[in-house]
């Protein structure tokens, strides 16, 4: 089976993690650097770290979990060590067309979590279809020592320069291959934290309206 890769901004999401012990609280520790827009976790034993407890988007209900419990909610983790448990909740959740992650049957999910290489500005996902998670997580280690700050940096540059070139409505083609340019080339140059040298190929290849943006851009590269 393939699953289609996608990206989802969390903050439109709540989320309901059911099983707080350590597949649990490995499940929710990711989805915090998401900002969901809440987290419901129900144990009927297991306690919460305070720590979670400290965000204000996260409850914590001590109770065993019921059908209703799936009220209001879009993304379901299965998280408990309960296999019959978590079928159910799979089977609950897939009859009301939620998005569900059971932990102890992938096969029983309509979506899987990719190994991620996480960096401010920048996420690259590896998936193995759920085949064989120590691959992705092989895979993940390997592509890591290639992915240095200077990627992040570049994304940082974008961030603030794309949308600019796009205000100047000139044709996708065009902005394409702009901004594959500025990738391109300024990569390698901030690899070596060469930031006197970024400043003059930023304003040697952007268009003139956006060369007076360039030092606030550098500037902020440097902080």
Do not use: W
């Not at 059971?102 to 096969?107: F, G, M, V």
Request: proline share 6%; with cysteine; charged share 20%.
């Amino acid at each position: 089976m393939k699953y289609y890769p996608l990206s989802l901004n969390l903050a439109q999401f709540k989320c309901l993690v059911v099983g707080a012990g350590k597949v649990g609280k490995r499940k929710l520790q990711t989805l915090i650097k998401f900002n969901p827009l809440h987290i419901t976790v129900i144990d009927p034993v297991a306690v919460l770290p305070s720590g979670f407890l400290s965000y204000p988007f996260i409850q914590f209900k001590k109770k065993t979990f019921e059908e209703n419990d799936l009220n209001h909610h879009h993304i379901v983790f299965a998280c408990t060590s309960d296999i019959e448990l978590n079928s159910t909740i799979a089977n609950l959740a897939k009859k009301r067309n939620l998005l569900i992650n059971s932990a102890t049957k992938p096969e029983q999910s309509n979506f899987i979590l990719p190994a991620i290489i996480e960096k401010k500005h920048l996420t690259i996902s590896i998936s193995t279809h759920g085949i064989g998670p120590a691959l992705a997580k092989y895979v993940k280690n390997e592509i890591s020592k290639n992915i240095g700050p200077e990627y992040d940096l570049m994304a940082q540059i974008l961030k603030k320069i794309r949308p600019l070139i796009l205000k100047l409505n000139n044709s996708s083609e065009d902005n394409s291959k702009l901004l594959n340019q500025l990738v391109k080339t300024l990569v390698p140059v901030l690899k070596k934290n060469d930031f006197q040298t970024v400043a003059k190929l930023l304003k040697k290849i952007l268009p003139t309206p956006l060369i007076p943006y360039v030092g606030e851009i550098v500037d902020e590269l440097k902080n």
